[in-house]
T-cell receptor, first 115, second 111 residues
Framework: AQSVTQLDSHVSVSEGTPVLLRCNYS??????LFWYVQHPNKGLQLLLK??????LVKGINGFEAEFKKSETSFHLTKPSAHMSDAAEYFC?????????????FGTGTQLKVEL | DAGVIQSPRHEVTEMGQEVTLRCKPI?????LFWYRQTMMRGLELLIY????????DSGMPEDRFSAKMPNASFSTLKIQPSEPRDSAVYFC?????????FGQGTRLTVV
């Protein structure tokens, strides 16, 4: 079984300050982990992915995430928030089995960026 | 590749009518997913296919919902009869390995 917990449903930051969106996962196997972003009235776009290579993963738009097995975490960070980062962010755990690709989504974190 | 293509982008229908949502996955992908997104329940997995075979349909809310994948390049999600509570954005996604690619979604409004 696998699950994802996004610890904050809403995060608010000021423009230019760091962003931290928290995600913890549970998986019986070595997972693949992803962060997706959804801007208002848009589809989901992949930000970054971890697939058992380097534990620090760099994504688009300056976002990074670090896979910490000991803490079962995959938190998303960005050094300096921009107004355009305001969106909903989803942490996802994935496992490929004989039955295909099993994706499990977190409940999402709404990021608000203020001037 | 053009990505995952969903049609229509917007659908407004009257309660009781049949609605069919369509999805063309990325060529070569072997897994296809249908999700529903609402403000109340967030993103819910309805059903997913692997190699055109339904693997898990436990998220399909009722018998009014059905999904088919007749071949590797096409899938449909049908609601019959539709109800106002079915109003949501429906996303289709496809994958080959672990990464899923999403379509732009179909915004369904049932009045």
């Amino acid at each position: 079984a696998q699950s994802v917990t996004q610890l904050d449903s809403h995060v608010s930051v000021s423009e230019g300050t760091p962003v931290l969106l928290r995600c913890n996962y549970s998986s019986s196997y070595s997972p693949s982990l992803f962060w997706y972003v959804q801007h208002p009235n848009k589809g989901l776009q992949l930000l970054l992915k971890y697939t058992s290579a380097a534990t620090l993963v760099k994504g688009i738009n300056g976002f990074e995430a670090e896979f910490k097995k000991s803490e079962t975490s995959f938190h998303l960070t960005k050094p300096s928030a921009h107004m355009s980062d305001a969106a909903e962010y989803f942490c996802v755990v994935s496992r490929v089995t004989g039955g295909g690709n099993k994706l499990t989504f977190g409940t999402g974190t709404q990021l608000k960026v203020e001037l | 590749d053009a990505g995952v293509i969903q049609s229509p982008r917007h659908e407004v229908t009257e309660m009781g009518q049949e609605v069919t949502l369509r999805c063309k996955p990325i060529s070569g992908h072997n897994s296809l997913f249908w999700y529903r997104q609402t403000m109340m329940r967030g993103l819910e997995l309805l059903i997913y296919f692997n190699n055109n075979v339904p693997i898990d349909d436990s998220g399909m809310p009722e018998d009014r919902f059905s999904a088919k994948m007749p071949n590797a390049s096409f899938s449909t999600l049908k609601i019959q009869p539709s109800e106002p509570r079915d109003s949501a954005v429906y996303f289709c996604a496809s994958s080959w390995d672990t990464e899923a690619f999403f379509g732009q979604g179909t915004r369904l409004t049932v009045v």
